[in-house]
């Protein structure tokens, strides 16, 4: 069952800790659609001996879909209103951003994304829903760069506040418990 899978993954790599909270990244894609689901059940239900936590939601527009991003935003309203998750919702016009920083739009979008997540967050945690997917896409891409040993690591479990607890999951699996759940 992918809840236990997730429950191990956030237990070996010590991800959150009792009373921690924690606030899910959520684009609206399967990917964190499915982490904010599992988390909530576990926030819900712990699992035994697994973590008490709070969770709460944080969804950035980034300007850059245009209908399709609201579309994301609406649904991700949806969700959260409908599983009870508090939600924070901001916009930004990365386009506009990039034109006077001089920055290339993923650059910028990931800046501008984790600088909101962390105010949403605070002193809490932050759960992104990078899988074993990203991991692999993610050493290759730096292999194929040309990085040296230090750098060819993956996408790390765990990262001063930020935790991803299905880094140990893979698409296939996550797609799968989309249409289960």
């Not at 009792?18 to 609206?28: E, I």
């Not at 990085?147 to 699996?173: H, K, T, Y």
């Amino acid at each position: 069952m992918m809840i236990d899978k997730v429950g191990a993954t956030i237990e070996r790599y010590r991800m959150l800790h009792n009373g921690c909270p924690v606030t899910a990244a959520v684009s609206g894609g399967a990917d964190s659609i499915a982490m904010l689901h599992i988390l909530h059940r576990m926030s819900a239900y712990p699992l035994p001996g697994g973590p008490r936590f709070s969770l709460s939601a944080a969804h950035l527009n980034h300007g850059i879909r245009g209908q399709e991003a609201d579309r994301d935003e609406a649904f991700v309203r949806s969700i959260c209103q409908s599983w009870g998750i508090p939600l924070t919702v901001e916009r930004a016009n990365i386009p506009a951003l990039c034109r006077h920083t001089g920055e290339g739009i993923e650059e910028c979008a990931r800046r501008v994304r984790y600088d909101f997540l962390r105010r949403c967050a605070g002193d809490g945690r932050i759960a992104t829903a990078h899988t074993q997917t990203d991991n692999v896409e993610t050493f290759l891409m730096h292999m194929l760069r040309g990085s040296a040993l230090r750098g060819l690591g993956g996408i790390p479990p765990v990262r001063d506040n930020i935790v991803r607890p299905l880094l140990d999951c893979s698409r296939e699996e996550i797609e799968r418990y989309c249409l289960q759940e």
